[in-house]
């Protein structure tokens, strides 16, 4: 926008065209040489032309076009229609009411401090006053929201989601109602041996009563929620030939590739018949211009030999599996590169590979050692083996913290029970007491 230099390239323009556009620039200024020679400035200033550096550019992996492709523009039918979020779907129920001015207001702001995942962030205080309306109002306008669809929304808390959700079944005064007001504590941490002596029930009424709970929402707002499901495409790709050997692709679909202006090249060249200032003006937009360009490159340059550094210390997962992912540090790839710690971390940071075991995020790469029988192991070797042992442990006992770490013994890999706990959570897998299903 600021650049006169730099033009976007969008699509390959019909030679006609550019010298069509070209004529009508030169009738506006005094630049009307049509020769050729319209590279001096880059060469007196630079030693080489811009044609020249961004020609040779096959080093660092990239194939210009052949990630590229056109992406339909969307009709302006498509572009309107959407389905309501939870806000607005509350307001539209909430306008089909015929109620007292007051209580539109106050529900109104009573749907304005429900979360997307459908629960009331203020209090009944805190919605009285900034309605200005007394509290009985507010918990009738926090009551009527309470009855809109979707079941549950409104409330403060789970429980109270949950037992909107029971009301509107008409489970009242059953053993559901007695579980989820006397015993949400219990069912939370899955105690439904302590739940049969509370509540005076046999174990099936119990068990019974949890799978009707189970079906219950505990985010009603969910399925209104106006995030979008990002598709994460790969910066790079490594592909494998038919003779076993990988190759680096870099991805260039989204990135901006640029050209420098014929036009303000050609004026440039003709500096006597520029100003002072002009040509000031254009001397420092061309070196800004060819900053930009050569940033771009360097930062491809930079992904593709970081890429190949990383298949290099990890070529044995690529053709094996994940239980050959070797420990790697940044620090091990940026000295293998000859760059500093910190040019590799950004590089990589919220960057995806795609090889043939699939799409990775590069920080997968990168793990700490685990001290194991036959020499250190990744950690990402340990997380996805605690991942398998509790996909394949009986879930009516599943496996403790503790058990995993004895597992992991007889596996030869040596970790604290802390570190399983740590691991697990990153996986987000909950403790065992709550992985327990009872038949």
Partial sequence: MENPFLEEIVEKEPEEKTQDAESLLRTEGPVQDTSEDILAPLEKMFGFTSDEYFEERGSDGRDVGYFTGD??????????????????????????????DDVKKTAEIVIGNINEDGYLQASVEDISEMAQVENNLAEEAIALIQGFDPPGVGAKNVQECLLLQMKNLSLENTLIDKILTEGFEELEKKKYKVLVNKLKVSMDEILSAVKVIEGFEPRPGKN?????????????????????????????????????????RKLLSK??????????????????????????????????????????FQEDFLRKGVQYL???????????????????????????????????????????????????????????????????????????DREIVETLKGMAINVARRT???????????????????T
Avoid at 71 to 84: G, L, Y
Avoid at 294 to 309: A, G, M, P
């Fill in 271 to 312: 500096k006597d018949d520029l100003g002072r200032e002009e040509r000031q003006f254009l001397d420092d937009k061309l070196r800004s211009a060819i900053w930009l360009m050569k940033s771009l490159d360097q930062r491809n340059k930079t992904i593709y030999r970081v890429t190949e550094s990383i298949l290099k």
């Fill in 420 to 438: 399983v706990a740590k691991y697990r959570e990153d996986l987000k897998i909950q403790s065992h007491s709550r992985r327990k299903k009872w």
């Fill in 224 to 264: 209104y929620s106006s995030e979008e499901i990002i598709h994460v495409i790969p910066d790079v790709y490594i592909l494998e030939d038919s003779d076993g050997n990988f190759i680096i692709m870099l991805n260039d679909e989204g990135m901006p590739r640029f050209r420098l202006s014929n036009y303000y």
């Fill in 71 to 100: 992406s339909e523009t969307p009709s302006p039918f498509e572009r309107n229609t959407r389905k309501m979020n939870l806000y607005e779907y509350l307001r539209w129920q909430l306008q089909l009411l015929r109620i007292s």
């Fill in 326 to 400: 070797k420990p790697l540090t940044l620090k091990d790839v940026a000295t293998d590169v000859g760059m500093h710690e910190s040019n590799i971390s950004r590089v990589t940071f919220n960057k995806y590979l795609q090889c043939p075991r699939g799409l990775f995020d590069f920080k997968v790469f990168f793990s700490n050692a685990v001290q194991g029988g036959e020499g250190d192991v990744s950690s990402s070797i340990v997380k996805d083996t605690i991942k398998h042992l509790i996909a394949q442990e009986n879930t009516q006992s599943p496996l403790s």
